[in-house]
């Protein structure tokens, strides 16, 4: 299945099945995300306007040395 972790400003919380709007530490995040992820699992960073690109490489760059290797940033359109 998948597991959310999204981005608000400088806040991140995991969203998933079990776990839902829960804090999460930048430094702990991919061990956190890799403990609950089964083999085939994914993740799927989502972040808004006020997240900044360091943060959002950090919490991918902890994803990866965590051994999480699907990983995806999901975007949406802003309105006209």
């Known amino acids: 299945y998948e597991i959310g972790v999204r981005l608000v400003g400088s806040e991140m ?3 998933d099945r079990w ?3 829960s804090p999460v530490d930048a430094h702990r995040v991919g061990q956190q995300v890799a403990d609950m992820l089964s083999d085939d699992g994914s993740v799927v960073i989502q972040a808004d306007r006020e997240s ?3 943060l959002l490489i950090e919490v991918m760059d902890r994803l990866r040395e965590a051994g999480v290797d699907k990983v995806a940033v999901a975007a949406s359109r802003s309105g006209p």
């Open 13 to 15: 919380c995991i969203r």
């Open 19 to 21: 776990v839902d709007g």
């Open 52 to 54: 900044t690109t360091g």
